[in-house]
């Protein structure tokens, strides 16, 4: 066998490049894992810094932002004055995204398993103020 060839027997964990300095492209996850990286880092991350980071193209880059968001409901956004992008600020984050108590959990659950209405109090952010309901969770 020549050197710099592949031995077919190797496992993947062994297989190294045929040519020094032969580079390999990131795959899909680990661009989403480096889109996620570059945003805690940076804060906002302009569109060409992710594409030189990335090395992807402008599609490409597109299509891993929509599915971040879309598939792994990550609160990404394009920050126009800024120009780039950011994660959402916290007072915006989606409900399955905030951090709760299990006690709200406890109270929700219990009122499920004994047929009992809930009253809920909360604020409505559409209308800036706080309104109270009362829900049958069973139904």
Same mark, same amino acid.
């Given at each position: 066998m020549d050197k710099g060839e592949i031995d077919p027997a190797a496992t993947a964990a062994t297989v190294t490049p045929a040519k020094a300095g032969a580079q390999f492209r990131m795959d899909r996850t680990e661009r989403f894992y480096k889109i996620d990286h570059l945003i805690r880092e940076r804060g906002v991350v302009p569109v060409s810094d992710f594409l %030189?980071?990335?090395? #992807? /193209?402008l599609a490409t880059f597109k299509r +891993?932002? *929509?599915c971040v968001r879309s598939r792994h409901h990550a609160p990404i956004e394009w920050d126009r004055e800024a120009g780039g992008y950011r994660f959402v600020k $916290? +007072? /915006?984050v989606p409900m399955g995204a905030r951090k709760h108590e299990p006690k709200h959990f406890e109270l #929700? $659950? /219990? $009122? #499920?398993l004994n047929r009992q209405r809930l009253k809920l109090t909360y604020w409505n952010r559409a209308k800036d103020e #706080?309104? *109270? %309901? *009362?829900v049958s969770p069973q139904r």
């Open positions: %030189r980071e990335l090395e #992807v /193209s +891993d932002i *929509e $916290a +007072d /915006s #929700v $659950a /219990s $009122a #499920v #706080v309104t *109270e %309901r *009362e």
